[in-house]
Protein backbone atom coordinates (compact mmCIF):
# COMPACT_ATOMS: atom_id res chain seq x y z
CA UNK A 1 0.00 0.00 0.00
CA UNK A 2 1.43 3.33 -0.86
CA UNK A 3 0.75 6.49 1.30
CA UNK A 4 1.03 10.45 0.90
CA UNK A 5 0.54 12.42 4.03
CA UNK A 6 0.55 15.75 5.19
CA UNK A 7 3.64 16.09 7.64
CA UNK A 8 6.89 15.59 7.51
CA UNK A 9 7.90 11.80 7.32
CA UNK A 10 10.78 9.71 8.29
CA UNK A 11 11.02 7.62 5.28
CA UNK A 12 12.49 4.42 6.52
CA UNK A 13 10.00 3.77 9.38
CA UNK A 14 6.93 5.73 7.59
CA UNK A 15 6.38 8.13 11.12
CA UNK A 16 5.46 11.39 10.99
CA UNK A 17 8.45 13.68 12.49
CA UNK A 18 6.81 16.84 12.47
CA UNK A 19 3.48 18.56 11.71
CA UNK A 20 2.61 22.23 11.84
CA UNK A 21 0.04 23.40 14.30
CA UNK A 22 -3.02 22.66 11.44
CA UNK A 23 -2.76 18.77 12.20
CA UNK A 24 -2.34 18.44 16.50
CA UNK A 25 -1.16 15.63 17.60
CA UNK A 26 -0.32 13.99 14.30
CA UNK A 27 3.28 14.25 14.90
CA UNK A 28 4.83 11.04 16.16
CA UNK A 29 2.17 8.42 14.57
CA UNK A 30 3.30 5.59 13.06
CA UNK A 31 1.11 5.44 10.41
CA UNK A 32 3.11 2.88 8.14
CA UNK A 33 3.06 0.07 10.84
CA UNK A 34 -0.48 1.04 12.32
CA UNK A 35 -1.73 0.56 8.82
CA UNK A 36 -0.01 -2.64 8.51
CA UNK A 37 -1.13 -4.01 11.14
CA UNK A 38 -4.93 -3.50 10.29
CA UNK A 39 -4.62 -4.35 6.31
CA UNK A 40 -1.99 -7.29 6.42
CA UNK A 41 0.26 -5.51 3.82
CA UNK A 42 3.17 -4.02 3.49
CA UNK A 43 2.78 0.35 3.78
CA UNK A 44 5.06 2.83 2.34
CA UNK A 45 4.48 6.15 3.38
CA UNK A 46 5.27 9.59 2.11
CA UNK A 47 5.08 13.25 2.61
CA UNK A 48 1.57 14.13 0.21
CA UNK A 49 3.20 16.63 -1.91
CA UNK A 50 6.32 14.42 -2.42
CA UNK A 51 3.55 11.73 -3.48
CA UNK A 52 2.33 14.47 -5.98
CA UNK A 53 6.35 15.08 -7.27
CA UNK A 54 6.22 11.01 -7.79
CA UNK A 55 2.77 10.92 -9.49
CA UNK A 56 3.66 14.62 -12.08
CA UNK A 57 7.03 12.54 -12.86
CA UNK A 58 5.84 9.37 -13.46
CA UNK A 59 2.56 10.30 -15.23
CA UNK A 60 2.15 13.87 -15.28
CA UNK A 61 3.47 16.99 -16.61
CA UNK A 62 7.06 16.04 -15.28
CA UNK A 63 7.10 12.79 -17.21
CA UNK A 64 10.33 11.98 -18.64
CA UNK A 65 11.92 15.26 -18.10
CA UNK A 66 14.30 13.28 -15.21
CA UNK A 67 14.36 15.74 -12.45
CA UNK A 68 11.93 18.40 -11.17
CA UNK A 69 10.66 20.60 -8.14
CA UNK A 70 7.09 20.45 -7.92
CA UNK A 71 5.52 23.29 -5.57
CA UNK A 72 2.09 23.46 -3.77
CA UNK A 73 0.42 25.77 -2.93
CA UNK A 74 -2.60 25.17 -1.01
CA UNK A 75 -3.49 26.43 2.68
CA UNK A 76 0.18 25.84 3.25
CA UNK A 77 3.50 26.33 0.64
CA UNK A 78 5.15 23.09 0.22
CA UNK A 79 7.89 21.13 -2.58
CA UNK A 80 9.30 18.40 -3.39
CA UNK A 81 12.02 17.19 -5.58
CA UNK A 82 12.26 14.07 -7.82
CA UNK A 83 15.26 12.95 -9.49
CA UNK A 84 15.24 9.74 -12.24
CA UNK A 85 12.02 8.33 -10.51
CA UNK A 86 13.19 8.75 -6.94
CA UNK A 87 12.15 10.95 -4.65
CA UNK A 88 14.72 12.94 -2.77
CA UNK A 89 13.95 12.90 1.16
CA UNK A 90 17.16 14.46 2.62
CA UNK A 91 17.82 13.48 6.35
CA UNK A 92 15.02 14.12 7.86
CA UNK A 93 12.66 13.31 5.30
CA UNK A 94 11.67 16.90 4.58
CA UNK A 95 13.74 18.04 1.48
CA UNK A 96 12.13 20.86 -0.95
CA UNK A 97 10.09 22.18 1.75
CA UNK A 98 10.71 25.77 0.56
CA UNK A 99 7.42 27.43 2.54
CA UNK A 100 9.75 28.44 5.05
CA UNK A 101 12.77 30.49 3.35
CA UNK A 102 13.14 33.69 4.08
CA UNK A 103 11.40 36.00 1.93
CA UNK A 104 11.15 39.75 0.96
CA UNK A 105 8.35 41.48 2.91
CA UNK A 106 7.17 38.88 4.79
CA UNK A 107 9.05 40.27 7.93
CA UNK A 108 5.84 40.66 10.05
CA UNK A 109 3.89 38.03 8.78
CA UNK A 110 3.15 34.54 11.07
CA UNK A 111 4.28 31.40 8.93
CA UNK A 112 2.27 28.14 9.33
CA UNK A 113 5.07 26.94 11.48
CA UNK A 114 4.83 29.22 14.26
CA UNK A 115 7.61 31.57 12.90
CA UNK A 116 7.54 35.21 10.75
CA UNK A 117 9.13 36.39 7.36
CA UNK A 118 9.14 33.02 5.51
CA UNK A 119 7.56 32.48 1.70
CA UNK A 120 4.78 30.56 3.00
CA UNK A 121 3.25 33.84 4.81
CA UNK A 122 2.76 35.22 1.74
CA UNK A 123 2.49 32.97 -1.28
CA UNK A 124 0.33 30.63 0.14
CA UNK A 125 -3.69 30.13 0.88
CA UNK A 126 -3.53 31.54 4.84
CA UNK A 127 -0.91 34.19 3.15
CA UNK A 128 -3.23 35.50 0.66
CA UNK A 129 -6.39 35.59 3.07
CA UNK A 130 -4.26 37.18 5.55
CA UNK A 131 -3.06 40.09 3.29
CA UNK A 132 -6.29 40.83 1.87
CA UNK A 133 -8.14 41.01 4.95
CA UNK A 134 -5.11 43.43 6.44
CA UNK A 135 -5.73 45.42 3.25
CA UNK A 136 -9.48 45.72 3.07
CA UNK A 137 -10.87 44.74 6.81
CA UNK A 138 -12.69 41.89 4.96
CA UNK A 139 -12.41 38.75 6.49
CA UNK A 140 -12.07 35.63 3.43
CA UNK A 141 -10.33 32.25 2.90
CA UNK A 142 -7.33 32.03 0.55
CA UNK A 143 -10.04 30.60 -2.46
CA UNK A 144 -11.82 33.57 -1.78
CA UNK A 145 -9.26 36.30 -2.90
CA UNK A 146 -8.51 34.15 -5.41
CA UNK A 147 -11.51 34.34 -6.64
CA UNK A 148 -12.06 37.76 -6.23
CA UNK A 149 -9.09 38.49 -8.09
CA UNK A 150 -10.36 36.59 -11.36
CA UNK A 151 -13.83 38.60 -11.20
CA UNK A 152 -11.66 41.58 -11.15
CA UNK A 153 -11.53 43.55 -7.39
CA UNK A 154 -8.53 45.08 -7.13
CA UNK A 155 -7.10 44.95 -3.89
CA UNK A 156 -7.20 40.89 -4.35
CA UNK A 157 -5.41 41.58 -7.41
CA UNK A 158 -2.68 43.56 -5.80
CA UNK A 159 -2.88 40.58 -3.08
CA UNK A 160 -2.41 37.54 -5.80
CA UNK A 161 0.03 39.59 -7.98
CA UNK A 162 2.43 40.19 -4.99
CA UNK A 163 2.28 36.85 -3.92
CA UNK A 164 3.12 35.21 -7.21
CA UNK A 165 6.11 37.66 -7.86
CA UNK A 166 7.83 36.79 -4.38
CA UNK A 167 7.32 33.46 -5.19
CA UNK A 168 8.65 32.91 -8.64
CA UNK A 169 11.85 35.30 -8.00
CA UNK A 170 12.08 32.63 -5.15
CA UNK A 171 11.80 29.43 -7.55
CA UNK A 172 14.10 31.17 -9.72
CA UNK A 173 16.86 31.18 -6.67
CA UNK A 174 16.34 27.54 -6.27
CA UNK A 175 16.32 26.64 -9.93
CA UNK A 176 20.10 28.07 -9.70
CA UNK A 177 20.24 25.78 -6.78
CA UNK A 178 18.65 22.65 -7.22
CA UNK A 179 19.27 22.34 -11.28
CA UNK A 180 15.91 20.60 -12.17
CA UNK A 181 14.80 20.48 -15.38
CA UNK A 182 11.38 21.27 -15.32
CA UNK A 183 9.63 23.04 -11.98
CA UNK A 184 5.87 22.21 -12.25
CA UNK A 185 3.12 24.60 -9.52
CA UNK A 186 0.54 22.67 -8.38
CA UNK A 187 -1.83 23.21 -5.69
CA UNK A 188 -5.18 25.04 -5.54
CA UNK A 189 -3.73 28.20 -5.43
CA UNK A 190 -1.24 27.57 -7.84
CA UNK A 191 -2.78 28.71 -11.31
CA UNK A 192 -4.05 32.10 -9.78
CA UNK A 193 -0.42 33.07 -8.70
CA UNK A 194 1.11 31.15 -12.06
CA UNK A 195 0.67 34.64 -14.71
CA UNK A 196 2.43 36.81 -12.27
CA UNK A 197 5.14 33.90 -10.42
CA UNK A 198 5.95 33.24 -14.19
CA UNK A 199 6.45 36.85 -15.07
CA UNK A 200 8.88 37.16 -11.67
CA UNK A 201 10.92 33.80 -12.94
CA UNK A 202 11.50 34.36 -16.01
CA UNK A 203 12.80 37.87 -14.58
CA UNK A 204 15.29 36.83 -12.33
CA UNK A 205 16.40 33.13 -13.78
CA UNK A 206 20.23 33.35 -14.30
CA UNK A 207 21.25 32.76 -17.66
CA UNK A 208 22.35 29.15 -17.22
CA UNK A 209 18.88 27.94 -16.49
CA UNK A 210 16.86 30.09 -19.26
CA UNK A 211 15.73 27.15 -20.24
CA UNK A 212 14.44 25.54 -17.64
CA UNK A 213 10.18 26.28 -17.73
CA UNK A 214 7.50 27.06 -14.79
CA UNK A 215 4.52 25.01 -15.43
CA UNK A 216 1.36 23.61 -14.09
CA UNK A 217 0.99 20.42 -12.75
CA UNK A 218 -0.99 18.50 -15.07
CA UNK A 219 -3.00 16.10 -12.65
CA UNK A 220 -4.77 18.12 -10.40
CA UNK A 221 -6.13 16.21 -7.07
CA UNK A 222 -5.12 12.57 -8.41
CA UNK A 223 -1.69 13.86 -8.95
CA UNK A 224 -0.76 12.51 -4.73
CA UNK A 225 -3.24 9.98 -5.02
CA UNK A 226 -1.24 8.27 -8.35
CA UNK A 227 2.24 9.27 -6.82
CA UNK A 228 0.71 6.72 -3.45
CA UNK A 229 0.25 4.00 -6.18
CA UNK A 230 3.92 4.58 -7.72
CA UNK A 231 5.08 4.81 -3.99
CA UNK A 232 3.89 0.64 -3.87
CA UNK A 233 5.56 -0.16 -6.72
CA UNK A 234 9.22 0.88 -4.95
CA UNK A 235 11.54 -0.65 -2.76
CA UNK A 236 13.78 1.68 0.07
CA UNK A 237 16.81 2.35 -1.31
CA UNK A 238 20.03 2.05 1.70
CA UNK A 239 19.00 6.20 1.86
CA UNK A 240 15.78 5.77 2.66
CA UNK A 241 14.62 7.72 -0.65
CA UNK A 242 12.04 5.96 -3.05
CA UNK A 243 13.40 4.39 -6.17
CA UNK A 244 10.86 2.67 -8.84
Known amino acids: MGVGTAGTVDPTRGV ?14 PVADALAARLGR ?23 RGHLLL ?11 VRQGRVET ?4 AAGQLGHLPAPGADRLRCGCGRYGHLEAIASGTGLAAAYTAVT ?4 TGRGVAERATAGDPA ?41 ASAAYHAE ?20 LVGAARLAATTIDENGGTRA
Open 90 to 93: GARG
Open 205 to 224: LPAGWADVPLLPAALGADAA
Open 156 to 196: ARRVVDRAGAVLGASLAGLVALLDPAVVLLAGGAGDTLLPA
Open 42 to 64: PVRVTNDVSAAALGESWAGAGRG
Open 137 to 140: GTPV
Open 71 to 81: VAVGTGLAGAV
Open 16 to 29: IRYATDSLPGWAGT
